[in-house]
């Protein structure tokens, strides 16, 4: 079973910048690839979505404009880069992928997601 390693967290004061990476243990085929962040008491929160085959990215408005997500198939890796961050976005990271491909009909939800990351800890101070 295909297995994801993020990296790339830590802690930043605000306005800072951090590059989330995540590499898939193989080149298994993923239909959608997805970043979430959580923090405690709160749902999964979707922060970077990327379906339809790889030609659709959405963020929500939180995010827009701040956060990009990337990939290179070459070396089976995603990355998130954060810029501008927030005290907000304080949260657990995770990267997420899906081999269902019916993933973009729901792209921002947590379930249709059938790989994760361990997740990593961003922490941004004021």
């Known amino acids: 079973q295909v297995q994801l390693v993020e990296s790339g967290g830590g802690s930043v004061q605000t306005g800072g910048s951090l590059r989330l990476s995540c590499t898939a243990s193989d080149s298994t085929l993923m239909y959608c690839w997805a970043w979430f962040r959580q923090v405690p008491g709160k749902e999964r929160e979707a922060v970077a979505t990327?379906?339809?085959?790889?030609?659709?990215?959405y963020y929500p408005d939180s995010v827009r404009g701040r956060f990009t997500f990337s990939r290179d198939s070459a070396k089976n890796t995603v990355y998130l880069q954060m810029d501008n961050l927030k005290p907000e976005d304080t949260a657990v990271y995770y990267c997420?992928?899906?081999?269902?491909?019916?993933?973009?009909?729901?792209?921002?939800?947590?379930?249709?997601?059938?790989?994760w990351g361990q997740g990593t800890q961003v922490t941004v101070s004021a």
């Open positions: 990327n379906y339809n085959g790889g030609h659709t990215t």
């Open positions: 997420a992928a899906s081999t269902q491909v019916f993933c973009s009909s729901a792209y921002n939800a947590a379930y249709v997601y059938n790989t």
